[in-house]
């Protein structure tokens, strides 16, 4: 099992929170990539990524049919946060049995805390051309990281976790 | 079909580089970054990449050549665009060299390859009703004053 360390903590938060804006990497079953950035992120216990199901389309598609993803930060890059994160993923969505666990991870405790994300973080950073007219949430996706890897110029491959 | 680019993107594809996603065949996903990017023609783009960053996607890409990139830093938010296409890795020959040439001068990066994306795909990512609406069947006129009825920003190109 691995376990993030505080500066992977601080970073994974939403950006308005000095967290970051992040790719969300996944890849069909035949394997077509697919990256898309996102906004709503927190960490969950010490080996988990929530990120909001806002808006996904391929991303929720892929990971219905394929829970292999990858985590990694698209901004800020400067501050040390080369990382990737690769695990399993699923997407809880309103409506699971409020008894599902992924590995360790409750589905009550998730949407009860993260289900309202943009009431509870609105994005109040995000600038205006960008910024959607209304979120509508269906769910979030848990991420049980297994290991990460360093993208730091010099240092990429090199595991920075290992469960 | 040639995915056609705007002058904006090419902008922010140049100033800020990718982030480049690749799979392997049965769907593992991994990343590094294309810290210098060129577009090097209509619908290609090339990267260039350190042994170290090679080294991650080169067993990959020798399996399933299909890449998908956003741009990196600011641009995953002010270039909300997905680009996928088909990935080569480049060890010489021309492009290799002019690229990997560029890539020193520019960023000091000691080029072991170059990954020459050729775009078949291209999404529009921002959040809203617009996320994931595919643009590449556009004309390149059509595709500029969609662009420019959105965003009109350029960043600079970064050191």
Redesign the interface.
């Known amino acids: 099992m691995v376990k993030f360390t505080k500066e992977m903590k601080e970073a994974l938060r939403v950006p308005g929170k000095g967290g970051s804006l992040i790719y969300l990497c996944t890849s069909s079953r035949d394997g077509n990539p697919n990256i898309a950035a996102m906004r709503f992120v927190a960490t969950h216990m010490d080996d988990k990524i929530l990120i909001a199901d806002m808006f996904l389309l391929k991303t929720k598609a892929n990971i219905k049919e394929n829970p292999e993803v990858a985590v990694t930060i698209c901004h800020p890059l400067d501050e040390g946060r080369w990382w990737v994160f690769k695990g399993k993923a699923v997407d809880m969505e309103y409506g699971f049995p409020r008894d599902f666990d992924w590995y360790g991870a409750n589905a009550t405790d998730i949407l009860n805390e993260w289900g309202n994300w943009n009431k509870a973080e609105p994005p109040d950073e995000v600038p205006p051309d960008i910024v959607f007219p209304k979120a509508v949430q269906r769910g979030v996706v848990v991420v049980h990281v297994e290991e990460a890897y360093s993208i730091e110029p010099g240092h990429v491959g090199e595991k920075v976790l290992t469960g | 079909m040639t995915v056609n680019l705007t002058d904006r993107m090419k902008a922010w594809i140049e100033a800020m580089g990718c ?1 480049l ?13 294309g ?1 210098y990017a060129e577009v090097t023609g209509n619908g290609e783009v090339a990267f260039a990449l ?1 042994q ?2 090679a ?2 996607i080169a067993p990959v890409l020798s399996e ?1 050549s ?5 741009v ?7 270039a ?1 665009y ?1 680009f ?1 296409g088909t990935g080569e890795l480049l060890r010489s020959g021309s492009v290799f060299d002019t690229i990997a040439a560029q890539a020193k001068e520019e960023k000091g ?1 000691d080029a072991e390859s170059v990954l020459l994306v050729r775009l078949t795909e291209l999404y529009c ?4 009703y617009e ?2 609406q595919r643009l590449d069947g556009m004309t390149p006129e059509e595709l500029d004053a969609w662009e420019r009825q ?2 009109k920003d350029v960043p600079r190109k970064r050191d």
């Open positions: 982030h996603c690749v799979a392997t065949p049965e769907g593992v996903p991994f990343v590094v970054l810290r350190a170290d960053e080294k991650v399933n299909r890449v998908a990139f956003g990196s830093r600011q641009g995953g938010i002010r909300a997905q996928k990066i990512t921002k959040p809203g996320a994931g959105r965003w």
